[in-house]
């Protein structure tokens, strides 16, 4: 269930650089902002890098951020980049959300 101020934004197909519709939402809104992942087919280094530097101004901001229906592959690739953010926003490392990748 949503509350009034809580956000969702899809990625579809590549991430391959920042996404400027996310980046306006975590600036408007003051709610939990989740991101889909279930139609997002590749993550680039500069896509990983933008969703870490998003995940760096959301904890300034005081927005929670959320990574759902993270496919396999895209789990792994934020796993081995060791980005303990991206891991957090996935349910993992210190979440009370749990697991939702």
Request: charge should be negative; include cysteine.
């Amino acid at each position: 269930m949503m509350t009034n101020n809580e956000m969702r934004v899809r990625i579809l197909g590549q991430l391959d650089r920042g996404v400027d519709e996310i980046d306006r939402m975590l600036v408007s809104g003051d709610g939990p902002l989740e991101i889909d992942f279930s139609a997002c087919t590749f993550v680039a280094v500069d896509g990983l890098e933008w969703l870490e530097e998003l995940m760096l101004r959301a904890d300034s901001a005081k927005r929670s951020v959320y990574f759902v229906n993270v496919p396999p592959v895209i789990y792994k690739v934020f796993k081995v980049s060791h980005i303990e953010s991206l891991m957090r926003a996935c349910g993992g490392v210190s979440s009370n959300k749990g697991p939702v990748c």
